[in-house]
Each structure stands twice: as C-alpha cells, then as structure tokens.
C-alpha cells in the first residue's frame, strides 16, 4: 500500500490550492483519512480528518477556509484550501487507516509529503 501526495506549490496569500492524496495497492477497507502539516521547526499538527462515512474535523485555524473530502471510488482524500495566510506554509502529509485484510487490525499508512509556500 502507498500513499502519494500532490498539489503544493508556491502561491500569493489569499489564493487556493488543492492538495490530493491516493492510495494505491490492495486492501480490504480504508477508515479515517487526515491531513496533517509540519512546519519549519514546529511540530506536526493535524489539520483535518475525514472518517469513511464522510464526517469531518478540522483545526481551528483553518476552519471555514478549508476543505477535506475523499472519493472513496478512486481512493483518493483531498484538501481544497482557500484564502491561504503566509502561516499555512508547510509540507502537507497525508494519513490513512488501512485494513489490508478482514483479519487484520488497521495499519496507519504516510504518503510522503508535499510542499505549500504562501507568499505574502
């Protein structure tokens, strides 16, 4: 099973990305998917999550700015970001809960990470 990341680049403050995530390989289910960033000398921190029925949490500083959905069919979990501040620059990775199979328990999968710079 892997996890690829994309989307970052470099963009103004106020502007949007959209940041994808897909899984690749075989499994029997895939839970909670989650987005987290890890700045320059800071902590990781979660940003959002988004659980196999759709339910959504966020962090508080990036509440009503972005959004994280998934497309169960292409296994794939995404984060639109709009109205990008200069702190939200980071590299964005992506979590998954993978069951490979019925027998096992979940196993936490990282995708490898990708780069968001806003410029102010």
């Known amino acids: 099973v892997q996890l690829q990341a994309s989307g970052g680049g470099l963009v103004q403050a106020g502007g949007s990305l959209r940041l994808s995530c897909a899984a690749s390989?075989?499994?029997?289910?895939?839970?909670?998917m989650r987005w987290y960033r890890q700045a320059s000398g800071k902590e990781r921190e979660l940003v959002a999550s988004?659980?196999?029925?759709?339910?959504?949490n966020y962090v508080n500083s990036v509440k009503g700015r972005f959004t994280i959905s998934r497309d169960n069919a292409k296994n794939t979990v995404y984060l639109q970001m709009n109205s990008l501040k200069p702190e939200d620059t980071a590299v964005y990775y992506c979590?998954?809960?993978?069951?490979?199979?019925?027998?096992?328990?979940?196993?936490?999968?990282w995708g490898q990470g990708t780069q968001v710079t806003v410029s102010s």
């Open positions: 979590k998954a809960e993978i069951q490979r199979t019925i027998l096992n328990p979940p196993t936490v999968y």
């Open positions: 390989g075989t499994w029997f289910s895939i839970s909670t």
């Open positions: 988004i659980t196999s029925a759709g339910s959504t």
